[in-house]
């Protein structure tokens, strides 16, 4: 049989444990958000950066990489 105090001693020890489960658990959480939010914005900022190349197409190429191959 246990008495009270062992069954008090128990809880304790595994509050303890619960404690520390939910600050690991927190903390990975708040590591996962943050690179969620880290893909997120560069995944933004490459949209942004894809969205506005069509205009810069759309003009005339100039330098070597505009001659066809085999021109000299």
């Given at each position: 049989m246990t008495?009270?105090?062992?069954?008090?001693?128990?809880?304790?020890?595994?509050?303890?444990?619960?404690?520390?489960w939910a600050l690991a658990?927190?903390?990975?959480?708040?590591?996962?958000?943050?690179?969620?939010?880290i893909f997120w914005i560069a995944?933004?900022?490459?949209?942004?950066?894809l969205a506005l190349r069509p205009r810069s197409a759309a003009?005339?190429?100039h330098g070597w990489y505009a001659r066809p191959r085999g021109a000299t």
């Open positions: 008495t009270d105090t062992e069954h008090h001693h128990q809880a304790v020890a595994w509050s303890r444990i619960g404690r520390r658990f927190g903390v990975i959480t708040i590591v996962a958000l943050a690179l969620l939010g995944s933004g900022v490459m949209e942004m950066s003009q005339p190429a």
